[in-house]
């Protein structure tokens, strides 16, 4: 790889500037609708993570909840979601989250990202909250991305 | 768990498989030429996609069935011998007290496909404290590198992992 496409890479494919942006901007998507079984069992084979917890029904009511539950990490990536869609790709210099609450077959959960800073070198810091569709944080957290001047 | 180590060979399929699963539609993850169009030059992985090298991790203990890559032999301060028999096989009772508490990334350059990367996973630190859903809560860090075939830095990944006494309260 040539010097002059690694400096490119290093800014990845962004969608926007970070002039384009302002402390304070928000944006927000739906990343799943009425999620399903079937994509959890996707998630579980995809991802390594068999744990029967995600998609054995009689294990998971055996365990003490009332039926399966996602993977933390399938949601955190459909978080991730808004960052790539609004943001572009390859942009990210960290991405971090902490479960707060599970997210069952069935629901809607919505993203929404919000920039709290704007360094002068282009690095953008989003907090991040995923809720469910009765308006339920499950996931918090936040990211940097590094976008141009 | 001791330091421990494996390779971790990405293909565009399991970019592809990942993807599909978490309903993406983003062409960055399949599609090779219009990745190539882009300042990327190729195919990268999803931001979370680093979780996968579970597939490639002789040791993980939530495999289903699977047979391989079969964990070698075990051997003194080997993470096989460390890891109770029931945690290793399908399911077991160690797992349904297992959740994911907090997940971190750090990234120093896109992952692509046909990267070839060497996986380290390393425990980070443990603490306890008094849950008020699910009991007494155990926590314990679990740090993973991602290196190239330079052994240059790709992703960092930081997990916690919380092990409860009961089911979470909902």
Redesign the interface.
Known sequence: MSAASRTSASFGNPKLRASDLQVGASREQVVVENLSRTQIVMYAGASGDLNPIHYDEPFAQAAGYPSVFAHGMLTMGLTGRLLTDWLGDGVLRSFGVRFVRQVWPGDTLTAKGTVTAIEPDGRVTIELVTTNQRGEPVVTGDAVAQLPV | MAEFEFEFPVDRT?IL??A?????T?P?YWDERYAQS????GV?A???FA?????W?PW?G???V?QIPAPPPATTGSPESAAPRERRS??GGG?????????????H??LRAEMHLTVTIRPGRTWEKEGKRGGRLRFSETITELRDERGELVVTATSVGIITE???E?
């Open positions: 399991a498989n990942f599909a699963a978490l309903g993406e983003n960055i882009t300042p990327l030059g990268i999803p931001p979370t979780v996968a090298c579970a597939l991790n993980h939530l495999r289903g699977r399908e399911g797992t349904a007290r297992l959740l994911h508490g907090e997940q971190r990334f750090e990234y350059q896109p009961k089911a979470v909902q």
